[in-house]
């Protein structure tokens, strides 16, 4: 069974600097992982989509990689603003479910001014 | 212009009621889901519907009956609400391509369900 955990839990950083945020999932076989933020109170929206096939992509400021062997992805967000805060999502879809995301529990983010 | 839109966005109520949540999407897809976040804040699915059809189904008590009258609807309705139930719930959806692995799914802005 695919499990994602997300660690740390919560993250406070003092603005303008970097964030890195860690995903890892226990089965290799998937078709994608995805990083969505998740504001209070609002729904999710997805940030950036790694194929399998793929070792990163990059967004602006985001720039997410992927290594499927070792069941891990790192989102990197750059020169952080207080904007930034808000709950950081990643999620797979295994190869033995179809289209179904598995979520990881997320990381809280908060960027000081 | 809202991609996928849930109604009501707050919702309370009493145990051993039964309610609704609808969700539309104008996004022109086919696939639609319902996921449930606990207080916990993990996000798990319960179902999704593919054409109208029902293709996932997690262990979900059979007191929550999804309908999809059509591609662009997905109600989820809840016979005997439970003090467990009280959770948000977020719709979702996706256009299923033809490689498998490239679709985004669009989320809700969720509904906050508070059974007393």
């Known amino acids: 069974k695919q499990e994602v955990t997300q660690i740390p839990a919560a993250l406070s950083v003092p603005e303008g600097e970097n964030l890195v945020l860690n995903c890892s999932f226990t089965d290799s076989a998937i078709y994608n992982l995805q990083w969505f933020r998740q504001d209070p109170g609002k729904g999710l929206t997805s940030l950036l989509l790694?194929?399998?096939?793929?070792r990163e992509q990059t967004s602006g400021r985001l720039n997410a990689s992927l290594d499927k062997s070792s069941g891990r992805s790192t989102l990197y967000i750059a020169a952080s603003q207080p904007g930034d805060s808000a709950t950081y999502l990643c999620a797979v879809t295994p190869k033995a479910a179809g289209n179904k995301l598995t979520f990881g529990g997320g990381t809280r983010v908060l960027v000081k001014p | 212009d809202t991609a996928v839109s849930q109604t009501p966005k707050y919702l309370v109520t009493q145990m051993g009621n039964d309610k609704s949540i609808k969700c539309e999407q104008n996004l022109g897809h086919d696939t639609m889901y319902w996921y449930k976040q606990d207080s916990k804040k993990f996000l798990k699915i319960m179902f999704s519907y593919n054409n109208k059809e029902l293709i996932i189904n997690e262990t979900v008590p059979n007191r929550f009956s999804p309908k999809s009258p059509d591609k662009a609807h997905l109600n989820l309705h809840i016979n005997s609400l439970e003090l467990g139930d009280s959770a948000v719930y977020f719709c979702?959806?996706?256009?299923?391509?033809?490689?498998?692995?490239?679709?985004?799914?669009?989320f809700g802005p969720g509904t906050r369900l508070l059974v007393l």
């Open positions: 979702a959806s996706s256009q299923v391509l033809r490689l498998a692995g490239q679709e985004t799914q669009y």
């Open positions: 790694i194929q399998s096939s793929q």
